[in-house]
């Protein structure tokens, strides 16, 4: 699987961005999909995951609330709809794919997209 992230940017505090990830190559279907970031000297970390369905959505406790994941898989595309958006969650984006079922950990996952970044002024 080929994942093409985008969307990221520059936003003040409390406004809103919506990634997306675009997929190619294999049966989008048969991946659950995940966001991870990476911040500046720290590890990257999950973010939020859906399953092939999209029937079932998982949340970092840092995000819930705020930021939501879905998926269109008539256009092989996962999205993340980040709103309330905070200087915190300044990072780069990483869109992640791995067989059947979702999962937090990174090391999990088998195709990554390029990352995509996203900046939040306050």
């Known amino acids: 699987v080929q994942l093409q992230a985008s969307g990221g940017g520059l936003v003040q505090a409390g406004g809103s961005l919506r990634l997306s990830c675009a997929a190619s190559?294999?049966?989008?279907?048969?991946?659950?999909m995940g966001w991870f970031r990476q911040a500046p000297g720290k590890e990257r970390e999950f973010v939020a995951a859906i399953s092939v369905s999209g029937g079932s959505t998982y949340y970092a406790d840092s995000v819930k609330g705020r930021f939501t994941i879905f998926r269109d898989n008539a256009k092989n595309t996962v999205y993340l709809q980040m709103n309330s958006l905070k200087p915190e969650d300044t990072a780069v984006y990483y869109c992640?794919?791995?067989?059947?079922?979702?999962?937090?950990?990174?090391?999990?996952?088998?195709?990554w997209g390029q990352g995509t970044l996203v900046t939040v002024s306050s």
């Open positions: 992640a794919a791995r067989r059947l079922y979702t999962h937090y950990r990174p090391s999990t996952y088998d195709y």
């Open positions: 190559g294999r049966t989008f279907g048969n991946y659950a």
